[in-house]
């Protein structure tokens, strides 16, 4: 080096060079910056709490058929726009319409037997009447019947005494007699009629009592085959599958031809009137956290862009609850890990071109101000 080349005359004492104090001062400066920096992010962590598992959500409407048959028409396209009430798929109707041809014949001959129950209950209560009043008229005729016994039966006496003394002759009291037996043989054949009339009235009573349950149960079958028919007419509405609500149409994974069974999912519509984030925090993070907190968001997609948001609910159960086979820790061995919790963020007056742009599962950080 060139200091070792440095010769010193005798009697000379070597000077130390002055080290320069500016490293000294960069040092400080920047343990005072990492102090004040670190100081910082200490009192930013402990007002706000932050994730980026966060995804964009939105209602997802699922189209479900309820009723079993065979497409015969799909009227959408993979990720079309729909509006309420528009035609999605359209099914092979005939069985359908058969069904309510079928059903409104029933309907038709139910209303007919209603129709004849009636004329029935109309006729046998002309019969009761009628029956009514040949029991009346025999009643009056047997009261009549009765005097003119009692009457013939006091000439006979008197005739009897009569004839004893010879005032009268023996003619005359056969004939008083035998008036007698004669008005005690009508009284009994009048009696003998009303017994008659009444037996044939209990006879059109208890027709006239199955007439009105025959007019029930035709009653009760007309209901039931006006329901046959509101069924029928239902199911034919069902061949035309519309969209429940406005949205984009998912992937259409079925095709005409194809035969779909009731109760089955063929595709779903995203919603597109409302749209919120889903921010999966750490359970060591929602000891603060609040309904009603702001938050900042930061969507991947828009990485220039910052939005504001509030905290809207908690989830009732982390996210492994909700699994499709949620952990069991009271079998095998236990491992503890940190469950996150979804919690709801909705956003505050998001512009309505992004809210279109948006789509279900787009990535999102969001940070919350927990004051």
């Known amino acids: 080096m060139a200091q070792d080349n440095i010769k010193f005359e005798k009697g000379e004492v070597p000077v130390k060079k002055k080290k320069s104090p500016v490293f000294y001062i960069v040092l400080t400066v920047a343990v005072l910056a990492a102090a004040f920096f670190g100081f910082r992010q200490y009192q930013y962590g402990q007002a706000h709490e932050e994730t980026d598992d966060a995804q964009i959500a939105a209602d997802v ?39 309510v041809s079928q059903a409104e014949a029933a309907l038709g001959t139910a209303q007919s037997n ?84 009444n037996v044939q009235t209990g006879v059109v009573t208890s027709q006239s009592n199955a007439t009105y349950q025959n007019i029930g149960i035709a009653n009760s079958t007309l209901k039931q085959r006006q329901v046959e028919v509101e069924t029928a007419k239902l199911n034919l509405s069902y061949t035309v599958i519309t969209a429940k609500e406005s949205g984009y149409v998912s992937k259409i994974p079925v095709q005409a031809g194809q035969f ?21 925090f750490k359970e060591t993070q929602v000891e603060k956290m609040l309904e009603g907190q702001k938050v900042e968001i930061e969507i991947d997609a828009y990485p220039d862009q910052k939005f504001q948001g509030t905290i809207s609910s908690f989830s009732p159960a982390t996210g492994s609850a909700f699994a499709l086979l949620p952990p069991d820790n009271a079998s095998g061995n236990f491992v503890k890990v940190v469950q996150r919790l979804p919690v709801k963020i909705t956003f505050d007056n998001l512009n309505e071109d992004i809210m279109k742009k948006l789509r279900v599962g787009m990535n999102v950080q969001t940070t919350v101000s927990l004051k």
């Open 61 to 99: 409407s699922p189209v479900i058929s309820k009723i079993s048959g065979y497409i015969s028409e799909v009227k959408v396209k993979d990720n079309q726009f729909v509006k309420k009430g528009d035609t999605l798929i359209i099914l092979d109707n005939r069985d359908q319409t058969m069904a």
């Open 114 to 197: 209603v129709a004849s129950a009636h004329a029935g209950s109309e006729a046998a209560a002309s019969g009761i009447n009628n029956s009514r009043a040949a029991v009346q008229t025999a009643n009056a005729q047997i009261e009549a019947a009765k005097v003119n016994v009692w009457r013939t039966e006091q000439d006979m006496k008197r005739y009897s005494e009569l004839v004893k003394d010879h005032t009268i002759t023996q003619q005359q009291y056969e004939q008083a007699s035998a008036a007698y037996q004669t008005a005690q043989k009508q009284l009994q054949v009048l009696v003998d009629q009303k017994n008659q009339a």
């Open 260 to 280: 779909i069974q009731a109760g089955s999912q063929l595709f779903s519509v995203v919603l597109s009137n409302q749209k919120w984030v889903v921010a999966n």
